[in-house]
């Protein structure tokens, strides 16, 4: 393994003019227009994986946008890991706010500057130098490795549920394998072992059949905005509980170790008011920060509506209100489930004298876990212990990512994210950056990782 | 005054012309850009007025678009009339849905179409020649009269006030008569003998210094939009009242005279259910409908709005919320105590944990209302019966018209709403119009209120 992690050190220049050289591509995923671009980012990247010594290298079309598969599997007697990433990047709106172009990679005070740069185009790189350093070095790698990277991440991955139930035997492993999370903070290596599910939904309130003057109808009109807030404000009791009957049912209780683990995340209170410009939290009481995240479901207004809301005044009863939601899950909660346990409670709160509709949105994401004590996430801690000299820290992640809770349903086997991007590095935002010191460890990391026994 | 009335019969095709002259004019006051039209109806209206024989005739300039005034007070032993209009209109939009031009007035099916013709060009016209036919006739009116005209009753009267209170003396007289309201059915000859006044706010709340994402960060933020709704559905009870405390310590208790002659008011449910489109009203229960529109304070939410309202998802918490509330008030309520009682109410439901504000609007109306035994109430409905067969319903009235109360506090004296506009008529929409025949009794009708004994 030595030779092998000097050989990834002695090509780290090289490594780096390949990765602008992908990440040259705009493969832009939402944007009809960029759909060839799209296709050729997965052409290149099938061309390199042949050329590092992948094999089975294949193309598969979708409705949307390809996925590329390749594999490499003559470590008879070693596990085998499916890793995981996607190719394709964020818009990049808005473009003025960029140093330089998005798809001009420019290296900067050791970062390299450009959309993809860490989400996720760095990070499945890295997997290709490291899987590229072993296979030059020693014509082999140490397990076996499968790779599959989606082109439709950043739209939703609307096609790879069913790409994966209708490939679960190519895509049989040991464990998955995803670079597609960032650390804590930037001296802190960060493992999630968990993501929350989601699920959303719309109460629209419709009341008289256009807007009424307020002052020939106020008194005698149920207001469609005062419903829809006393159904709002009743979402949630003064504790800060979401008062869904039934939500927290299936919510796992926090077992002590898990607890005392979450006490060592260096999640403070002054970073929180720092990123929110808020002074005191809410929520949960008897929950901390990270533990509210990572291991509490939640019900959030994202947005509500109706009436008149321009500047000035307009004296109506407005015909109809509206409002976006959506839930947070925790494991073991089903986003169906829970799409019915809200429509009923809503529908309960729903007055006689309006018409109140809930729509549930098809697509949810369900939570995933992985188990903290499994030998992949064991593997992965001392992997970070040793390039980086501290050791990684567990924590639940409060964001989703469907794609996650797919595989796992799909495969029913472990998770690991063991990603390398650092906070505040432009993700989905302008001057998407990556730490080259990042890259260089990071490669380090994977190599160390593919040659850790039974990992 | 049976000559006076013959005359008017027999000009009625030459006061139409005059009529459409006057409508000709785009004397639409809120937008600038019309600014010398609205002048231009102001000087034809003081040409018109000097010619039909009025006396100090005169235009004057306001910091926004003048006003016009003119008197004839030779009836040395009878009453002084003040009587109001305004001369600028709303504006057209949306245009396309005119059948003939707003401002080039057609006739059709007994009706006059162009922006105006009910609100208030046509109503101020005809007491123009109704004074005309008595001036014409007998050279002399058989009551004293002032006129002002405004030309910024529709972009809210904002140097009404000032005005009128830097001219009481100018304005000195018995009552005030006002033509520009409306019957509640076409064939019910209709006084509003109150009307409801208005005050407005709006409620801020302020959560993160920007929209956060809903996983990183949810369960730790008190979110705006459900802070927002919690205090809205806390400004009414279960009972449909308003829950600000003192809102309804100064609302005037009904008698059961006034009681008994609202019941004779043809306001029927199944009309409230036509227009509205809705089955059940709202309110408070021990009213009746006119009762809850015309004698009964409300708050209403005009808007509400926060976070993402677009097509689709973002899983955010929204920075901030915001609605626009306006509260109608009733004799004998203070609108500036009202926003103060509300800014409490609302001030005293904010949470510790996120900024609120509430903003006072500072144009309010105060609640009018004229003794429904006043001479000159008692004179109307003799009119009304007399030239359309049926007694006038009186009403409360649930709109604001702040000139009345402007007017009413300024000088004390009964103010009259003696209208002919019918339902329907396209008031502030496209396709205005009045009925020909109401012109013509109408003008009768102000002749006999003229020669009425004390009118």
Chains 1, 2 share one sequence.
């Not at 050729?40 to 946008?65: K, N, S």
């Amino acid at each position: 393994m030595e030779k092998t992690l000097d050989y990834a050190r002695a090509s780290q220049s090289r490594f780096l003019e390949q990765l602008v050289e992908f990440l040259r591509i705009p493969s832009i995923s939402t944007l009809p227009e960029y759909a060839s671009k799209v296709r050729f980012a997965a052409e290149w990247l099938a061309a390199e994986v042949a050329r590092i010594g992948m094999e089975h290298v294949q193309i598969f079309d979708t409705p949307g946008h390809p996925l590329v598969y390749a594999d490499w599997l003559h470590s008879e007697s070693a596990p085998t890991v499916l890793i995981y990433g996607h190719y394709d990047v964020q818009p990049v709106d808005p473009i003025e706010d960029w140093v330089s172009p998005p798809f001009d990679p420019e290296i900067r005070d050791g970062k390299i500057y450009a959309r993809g740069a860490t989400d996720d185009k760095g990070q499945v790189f890295m997997h290709l130098k490291a899987l590229d350093s072993c296979l030059q070095e020693n014509r082999e790698l140490p397990i076996n490795v499968k790779v599959i990277f989606e082109g439709e991440e950043e739209s939703g991955s609307v096609n790879l549920e069913n790409w994966v139930l209708d490939h679960t035997d190519l895509l049989t492993a040991d464990s998955v394998l995803i670079s597609d999370s960032s650390w804590l903070n930037s001296d802190q290596p960060t493992i999630p072992y968990s993501l929350r599910g989601i699920a959303a939904a719309e109460i629209h309130v419709y009341g008289p059949k256009h807007d009424l003057h307020s002052g020939g109808y106020g008194g005698t009109v149920h207001n469609p905005a005062s419903a829809l807030a006393t159904i709002i404000a009743a979402l949630h009791d003064e504790v800060d509980h979401v008062k869904i009957p039934g939500f927290y049912d299936r919510v796992r209780i926090l077992s002590a170790d898990e607890r005392a683990e979450l006490q060592r995340v260096p999640r403070h209170l002054e970073d929180w008011q720092r990123e929110t410009g808020l002074e005191k939290p809410w929520g949960e009481k008897r929950y901390s920060l990270i533990e509210r995240t990572g291991t509490r479901p939640t019900c959030e207004v994202n947005g509500m509506w109706s009436g008149f809301t321009g500047t000035g005044g307009k004296t109506i009863i407005p015909a109809e209100a509206h409002a976006k939601i959506t839930m947070r899950l925790v494991a073991d909660q089903d986003p169906f489930e829970i799409q019915q346990l809200f429509s009923k409670h809503v529908m309960g709160l729903a007055p006689d004298d309006l018409s109140v509709a809930v729509e549930t949105m098809p697509d949810v994401g369900w939570p995933a876990t992985t188990p903290i004590d499994c030998r992949e996430m064991i593997a992965a801690r001392e992997v970070y212990q040793t390039v980086w000299g501290i050791p990684a820290v567990l924590v639940p992640g409060g964001g989703s990512i469907p794609v996650v809770a797919t595989l796992q349903r799909a495969l029913d086997i472990p998770i690991l994210l063991m990603g390398f991007g650092l906070p505040d590095a432009g993700v989905h935002a302008p001057n998407e950056w990556f730490s080259l010191d990042q890259f260089e460890k990071g490669i380090e990391a994977l190599i160390r990782y593919y040659h850790l026994p039974d990992s």
